[in-house]
């Protein structure tokens, strides 16, 4: 998911991934989740 926000020259931005897997072998099973967040600011010259 990404969103971004203008404002004249300025621009806001923000950007998030989540990613879980799953997995069982025999009987041993679990799951982990990953997810990171970006953001960032800019200026248009």
Do not use: P
């Amino acid at each position: 998911m990404s969103v971004t926000y203008n404002v004249g020259n300025w621009f806001f931005n923000t950007n998030a991934q989540l990613h879980r897997f799953s997995f069982k072998y025999d009987e041993d099973k679990g799951s982990l989740t990953d997810w990171y967040v970006n953001a960032s600011v800019g200026i248009r010259l």
